[in-house]
Structures are given as structure tokens and as C-alpha cells.
T-cell receptor, first 113, second 114 residues
Framework: TQLLEQSPQFLSIQEGENLTVYCNSS?????LQWYRQEPGEGPVLLVT?????EVKKLKRLTFQFGDARKDSSLHITAAQPGDTGLYLC?????????????FGQGTTLQVKP | GAVVSQHPSWVICKSGTSVKIECRSL??????MFWYRQFPKQSLMLMAT?????????EQGVEKDKFLINHASLTLSTLTVTSAHPEDSSFYIC??????????FGPGTRLLVL
């Protein structure tokens, strides 16, 4: 059972287009992280959101945590080829889960020049 | 962000041999480290949680006698793949946990078993 559903799993767009990646769950998370991973490298943390309804911006990337802390979205404005990579959302379940993260399936993004 | 290193970055070994992978948190102390396995174009699969000074907690389906984990200090955890076979070939990634629940990942180790 996948506790964190991430969609879409694959996305190929042209440079300049906008896109949104979604992570949804029926479970509540104490925090949620977004990571970006390039081939052959480890995931790099983009953002952590902890408060329901929270919105964080990182240049052209906008992250939102749902009011109920069950879902999150990543919106990229005017995508660039350098945004290409695997995007992963990961939720934490608080102290009862010993710090483990529950990962979504990942979204492979390709931005064509 | 915090820096986590892994060594080696890649390794090729013969079937039946053992391989040790090191994971170090360079600028902070991590009481908990995590070991993941990743197949091409897929998400991370948690193998085990490594706690400093105690036994690791393995996820269901992960053989603890095959994947030995040692967390001897607050900055070092090791994963030893014992009697490696070709099906163990994969990308292994460690992470160091923080009290804020964020994990910082190492660069990964590519293992190829011939």
C-alpha cells in the first residue's frame, strides 16, 4: 500500500511551461519534504513544510502544504532545462515513526530546450 | 544544508564477496541514519534505520544477516553487503536524520556485482 501518492510519475514539457506535481495521502504528516535528485546522485533537499496551509517559495518553485497536512504540491513556473530531474516528496509521521520518511513514487521531469 | 558523504561512490565486486559502504555526517551529529536502495527511475526504498549505539531496525523483507549495519558513532554508519550476488547490484543511498525530521542524503554508492 502506497501511503503517499505522487503524480504525475513522468512529465515531459517544453522550456517556459509551468507544471505542478502533487503528493496526496489519507494520512496526516507532521512535516513534508521535497527533494530533487539527478541521475547517479543522492536527493537534495528543496524544502520542508510543517504547518497546514503553509506556502514556501524558492525562486520559480512554489511549495504548498495542505490545510489538513495530508497533501502537498510543487509548482514550477517557466520551467528550464536545468529543472530536469527526479522530484520526490516525503512525509514524516512524527515521533511515533522514529524519524522515518514515507516517500512518494517520484516524478521524473524532463524539460526540453 | 548539512553534508553527508558516502564512500565508495562506486564499487565492482565478484559474486560471493562482501562490500562495506560508509556513510558520514560531516558537519553535524546524527543519532539516526537511514539506508535506502534505489532502482533506476524509481523512488527510494528504505532498507533499515540505523541508531547510534543500538541495533538497526530493518524493514520487512530486508535480510539483516545479509545487510549488516553498524552505527558506531554519531557521525558514521556502515552498511556491509555480505556474500554479494548480482541481484544485489543497485544504488545504495544513506541519509542522516535531524530532530526536525528532515533527512540529508549522501551522494549514493553504485554497486555492481559480477
Amino acid at each position: 500500500t502506497q501511503l503517499l501518492e505522487q503524480s504525475p510519475q513522468f512529465l515531459s514539457i517544453q522550456e517556459g511551461e509551468n507544471l505542478t506535481v502533487y503528493c496526496n495521502s489519507s494520512s496526516v504528516f507532521s512535516s513534508l519534504q521535497w527533494y530533487r535528485q539527478e541521475p547517479g546522485e543522492g536527493p537534495v533537499l528543496l524544502v520542508t513544510v510543517v504547518t497546514g496551509g503553509e506556502v514556501k517559495k524558492l525562486k520559480r518553485l512554489t511549495f504548498q502544504f495542505g490545510d489538513a497536512r495530508k497533501d502537498s504540491s510543487l509548482h514550477i513556473t517557466a520551467a528550464q532545462p536545468g529543472d530536469t530531474g527526479l522530484y520526490l516528496c516525503a512525509g514524516a509521521r512524527g515521533s511515533s515513526n522514529t524519524g522515518k520518511l514515507i516517500f512518494g513514487q517520484g516524478t521524473t521531469l524532463q524539460v526540453k530546450p | 544544508g548539512a553534508v553527508v558523504s558516502q564512500h565508495p561512490s562506486w564499487v565492482i565486486c565478484k559474486s560471493g564477496t562482501s562490500v562495506k559502504i560508509e556513510c558520514r555526517s560531516l558537519d553535524f551529529q546524527a543519532t539516526t541514519m537511514f539506508w535506502y536502495r534505489q532502482f533506476p527511475k524509481q523512488s527510494l526504498m528504505l532498507m533499515a534505520t540505523s541508531n547510534e549505539g543500538s541495533k538497526a531496525t530493518y524493514e520487512q523483507g530486508v535480510e539483516k544477516d545479509k545487510f549488516l549495519i553498524n552505527h558506531a558513532s554519531l557521525t558514521l554508519s556502515t552498511l556491509t553487503v555480505t556474500s554479494a550476488h548480482p541481484e544485489d547490484s543497485s544504488f545504495y543511498i544513506c541519509s542522516a536524520g535531524t530532530p526536525l525530521e528532515t533527512q540529508y542524503f549522501g551522494p549514493g554508492t553504485r554497486l555492481l556485482v559480477l
